[in-house]
């Protein structure tokens, strides 16, 4: 009697990489990916050739706020606290000339920002979102006062009116080692 012995039959790996490359495939396209998020910013244009001589800005038109490695923060000279910078920055913004050391206009108001290299990047964040809120709350305020709507609220034409108002003008230095810590 002739054994009825066959060998185990093969299974065809043939098609397998065609399989692992469609998975791979579906996972990618399915897979969420995190979006950086960072801060928005309107970039100056690019200088001209010839470039008219730019305006003399007095010293009293500027708000110097320094963060050091520390984390610290320096406005005009003093330490302050972030969550007091808000209210400072709308203070120096919305002085119209009444104080003299400070700002002659909004329009005139610059923010000067410059942070150590040592920073922290939740720091000079928490620093920016105060400068920003700043701005919002005046701009906020005028259109309530104005349109009697807030300034989210406005169309184009009445946004782009309350901006000329409350131009927002934060000035960002490169940073530099000025906390100490080397």
Not at 51 to 69: D, H, R, T
């Amino acid at each position: 009697m002739a054994s009825n012995r066959r060998g185990l039959p093969e299974i065809n790996a043939g098609s397998m990489a065609d399989i692992a490359f469609l998975l791979l495939i579906f996972f990618l396209v399915t897979t969420t990916m995190d979006q950086d998020t960072g801060i928005a910013r309107k970039l100056p244009p690019m200088p001209e050739e010839e470039q008219e001589k730019p305006p003399e800005i007095k010293a009293k038109n500027i708000y110097v706020v320094l963060i050091n490695s520390n984390n610290q923060l320096l406005v005009e000279g003093e330490w302050t606290e972030i969550s007091q910078l808000k209210d400072g920055a709308k203070k120096f913004i919305n002085n119209n000339g009444s104080d003299p050391a400070s700002s002659d206009s909004p329009q005139k108001a610059i923010i000067s920002l410059q942070n150590d290299r040592g920073t922290e990047y939740m720091t000079y964040i928490r620093v920016q979102n105060e400068l920003a809120a700043a701005y919002n709350e005046l701009r906020n305020d005028a259109s309530l006062n104005k349109f009697g709507e807030r300034y989210t609220d406005l169309n184009k034409t009445q946004q782009k009116e309350i901006r000329k108002m409350y131009p927002q003008k934060i000035s960002e230095a490169e940073p530099k080692n000025i906390g100490g810590n080397e």
